[in-house]
């Protein structure tokens, strides 16, 4: 669960969180193969932050600006859908459909925690 200061900060400094919680998977959210090759704890960070833009996105209207190209930030639902890829990949699984809503959730039942 993302808590309300979470979603706070983020609304407040999305780009800089995202830079600090996101660049060290540089290679991972290029590439489906390296996300599924990451160790459970850093997908688990991973899928905390792009449900943690979805709710920015959603609640306030905080996305992905094509004019902002000086500290622009990745677009929600292009993550959200390179997560699932990478977690569909971890998981050796191609039938799962995004369900929508929270992303948390959705790779539980991904990973088969329904």
């Known amino acids: 669960m993302i808590s309300e200061k979470e979603v706070a900060l983020a609304r407040e400094h999305p780009r ?24 459970v704890s850093d997908r688990d960070a991973i899928v905390r932050w792009v449900e943690t833009r979805r709710r920015i996105k ?6 992905h600006d094509p004019a902002n190209l000086a500290d622009p930030l990745l677009p ?9 890829a990478g977690e569909r ?13 929270d ?5 539980a039942v991904l990973r088969g925690g329904h």
């Open 89 to 101: 990949a971890a998981a050796r699984r191609t039938d799962f459909v995004d369900p929508g809503g």
């Open 76 to 84: 929600a639902e292009r993550l959200r859908a390179h997560v699932l």
């Open 16 to 39: 800089g969180t995202e830079r600090r919680r996101l660049l060290q998977y540089r290679e991972a959210l290029n590439d489906a193969v390296v996300y599924a090759a990451l160790a």
């Open 103 to 107: 992303l948390i959730a959705a790779v």
């Open 58 to 63: 959603e609640e306030y209207g905080i996305d």
